[in-house]
């Protein structure tokens, strides 16, 4: 027997009397127990905001980006731990891939956008500047910078593991403590999860602690720098969603709830085709895989109506080839329901869904399970049922069965497709089996705003596909209507959901201060060595590099444009530039220009600059004519730690003529290292 302990306020707390009982989903035994009902959640919340909160905030998100790669690291040396106490849960070996593998991956992705995408720095910048005045002495920008409050986050039972640190990961990142709520039924599983975290000695105090059993009063200590994340059931989030407490303070609130996914056979699939096997397998793997408990599962299956046979001819014949049974024997395809008592569930949304539909495969009182009790165990076949008149359907469109459960149903066209997947009023996630790129941009069109992912697929694109019911890190999660109306993942669009955006108002001096990255206008420092024999941590921003002018000849034109092939009339025929609205004559090639500019900043010599690794924002903003002279001033920008060794500076360059007018202006990139060779 297991005891799951909470860990609260950085303790263990063991369970108490009014522990709830929980059964293998293989065996139907009793295997644990978790819950105390005198659990101080007062004291959890204010112990994450007052030392959990504080000790984030003080790193960069650099720092808790490296955090989060050492403990997906620690997690996967020890995953094989979580994939043996996971298949109580009904789970098979290859379910664990969605959720134990497919939590750590999303740690890795948090990890690494943390580094690519977000400053070593406390504020992140929202967007470019705003120039507010005339001469640009006021200006705005957005910042971001971490909530003050808590993450608490209210988990499903079907990922323990991937279900928690999708959540905990961009939560992490943005500088907030998480206090997670995993489901009772699978707790066991995400207590491991998180002792290993702890253990591992990475988490900053405070950064993390869990709830086994129920929540009590929690969320009756939230107010407005909290964020409440919820996956599970329509009725559970609406419940929670309502409480007063939560709506006088105006705490955010995220929900993933009940979602009737469906997936379209393009009209150019047909049989024989790869995109109509294709269609087949992702339909037969969301039906089986955990079972069908997934809240991306493919709940409703549509065909052209002169398909419909040959997909349930096609998917009847791959459903009858899963081996249902104990998820450790390998042989195994399919596993248990996580407890008998959402096998009933089940069993009551399937018999809905027959009052419109006929049953075409799956008997749940005549099917074979290998290696365990069918009536002990929380098992059930695949359930396969077919509406021939969808249009006319209730039940089909509004109830999920939340279990290897799905219908087929027939459309005439395109617009009849669309009006059908929308009828389910909001999914996750549609999926569109076509090689038609016109189908796909009219599915986008009418379909999207009813769905937050729309997945197409096709032979061109199968072999890297990562499937219709896999939520990656890099797109966002949720979608509108029935799947709650929440948003997650998405990269850095994730970590953003724990943090404030605020617009800032100043000076080019104040706004430099505060975002870490030096804005056109402010104070610039010169006069010093040749910035390029400056290391990474020698270099301020400001520091400015204004060079001496170099002319411009007729002759370097024709030189660079015969030497490169550049022969654009432009820079070879007056009459014809003249012609043009924007030149007043032959002038200098956009890309002569840049190479000059760097001939006047760079120095020669061997020294800190590693490599020159790109430029970005260019602009040409007025042409050179023969005789033109130009200058260039080179100003620190931002850096960026890269490696151990080296770090990543952005100038800011611009390019005048001899009358002080802007002809280019860009940023630069190069790689420096932090110490002198």
């Not at 919340?45 to 000790?55: F, I």
């Not at 009339?569 to 032959?586: L, Q, S, T, V, W």
Request: proline share 5%; with cysteine; glycine share 10%.
């Amino acid at each position: 027997m297991m005891m799951i302990p909470s860990f609260a306020a950085g303790r263990w707390i063991a369970p108490d009397s009014g522990a709830r009982a929980i059964a293998s989903a293989i065996t139907g035994d009793v295997i644990a127990q978790a819950g105390n009902d005198a659990l101080d959640t007062g004291a959890m919340h204010a112990y994450a905001r007052e030392v959990g909160g504080p000790k984030l905030r003080a790193l960069t998100f650099h720092d808790r980006a490296r955090m989060l790669k050492a403990l997906a690291q620690h997690l996967s040396a020890h995953k094989q731990k979580l994939y043996d106490l996971s298949f109580e849960t009904g789970a098979t070996q290859s379910d664990h891939a969605f959720d134990i593998d497919g939590g750590i991956g999303t740690m890795f992705v948090f990890a690494a956008k943390g580094r690519r995408e977000m400053p070593d720095a406390q504020i992140y910048l929202d967007g470019e500047l705003e120039q507010l005045g005339r001469t640009g002495t006021f200006q705005g920008q957005h910042v971001c910078v971490p909530l003050q409050g808590v993450g608490i986050h209210i988990n499903a039972y079907n990922f323990p593991v991937w279900g928690m640190l999708e959540k905990f990961a961009p939560t992490f990142l943005a500088g907030v403590p998480s206090i997670v709520k995993p489901a009772t039924a699978t707790c066991y599983v995400t207590h491991l999860c998180v002792q290993l975290m702890l253990d591992s000695g990475i988490l900053p105090e405070g950064a993390l602690q869990l709830v086994s059993g129920g929540i009590g009063d929690l969320l009756l200590h939230t107010d407005a720098q909290d964020v409440v994340s919820f996956t599970g059931s329509a009725k559970t989030a609406l419940k929670l969603r309502s409480t007063p407490h939560l709506l006088e303070n105006a705490v955010r609130f995220v929900a993933e709830q009940d979602s009737l996914n469906a997936s379209v056979l393009g009209p150019d699939a047909l049989p024989d085709t790869p995109e109509f096997d294709l269609f087949i397998k992702e339909a037969h793997r969301e039906m089986t895989t955990k079972a069908g408990q997934k809240c991306t599962a493919i709940r409703r299956i549509m065909a052209p109506e002169g398909q419909v046979q040959a997909v349930i001819e096609a998917l009847s014949a791959r459903l009858a080839k899963t081996t249902i049974g104990d998820p450790r024997d390998p042989a195994t395809r399919m596993g248990a329901l996580v407890s008998t008592g959402q096998r009933d569930d089940v069993l009551e949304k399937a018999a809905l869904l027959g009052s419109e539909a006929e049953r075409v495969f799956g008997d749940p009182d005549d099917f074979t399970v290998h290696g365990a009790d069918r009536e002990k165990g929380a098992f059930l076949p695949p359930m396969l049922f077919h509406c021939a008149n969808p249009d006319s359907a209730e039940r089909l469109h509004d109830t999920e069965a939340f279990g290897p459960v799905s219908t087929i149903m027939p459309y005439r066209d395109a617009d009849h497709a669309i009006a059908l997947l929308n009828r389910g009023k909001g999914s996750l996630v549609a999926s569109v089996i076509t090689r038609d790129g016109d189908l796909a941009r009219q599915m986008v069109m009418g379909a999207a705003a009813w769905h937050g992912r729309l997945y197409f697929n096709n032979a061109d694109s199968m072999a890297e596909a990562t499937g219709h019911g896999a939520p990656m890190p890099h797109m966002v999660h949720g979608g509108p209507g029935r799947a709650g109306g929440g948003e997650e993942l998405g990269g850095v669009r994730g970590v953003m959901h724990y943090m404030q955006r605020t617009a800032v108002q100043g000076s080019p001096d104040i706004l430099t201060a505060i975002g870490g990255q030096w804005v056109a206008g402010a104070r610039e420092h010169t006069g010093g060595p040749h910035p390029f024999t400056r290391t990474y941590h020698e270099l301020q921003l400001g520091e400015t590099l204004y060079t001496e002018s170099r002319k411009v000849t007729l002759q370097d034109i024709e030189t660079f444009a015969h030497f490169t092939g550049d022969t654009f009339y432009g820079h070879m025929d007056e009459d014809a530039a003249k012609a043009n609205p924007f030149f007043p004559g032959r002038v200098a090639h956009g890309y002569l220009l840049l190479s000059f500019a760097a001939g006047l900043f760079v120095h020669p010599d061997p020294g800190p600059v590693l490599a020159n690794t790109g430029l970005s924002n260019l602009n040409f903003m007025k042409p050179v004519s023969p005789d033109d002279e130009i200058k260039v001033r080179l100003t620190v920008k931002k850096k960026t730690p890269r490696t151990a060794e080296y770090g990543q500076v952005r100038w800011h360059v611009t390019v005048t003529n001899q009358n002080n007018e802007v002809v280019a202006e860009y940023e630069l990139l190069t790689m420096n290292a932090y110490a002198a060779a």
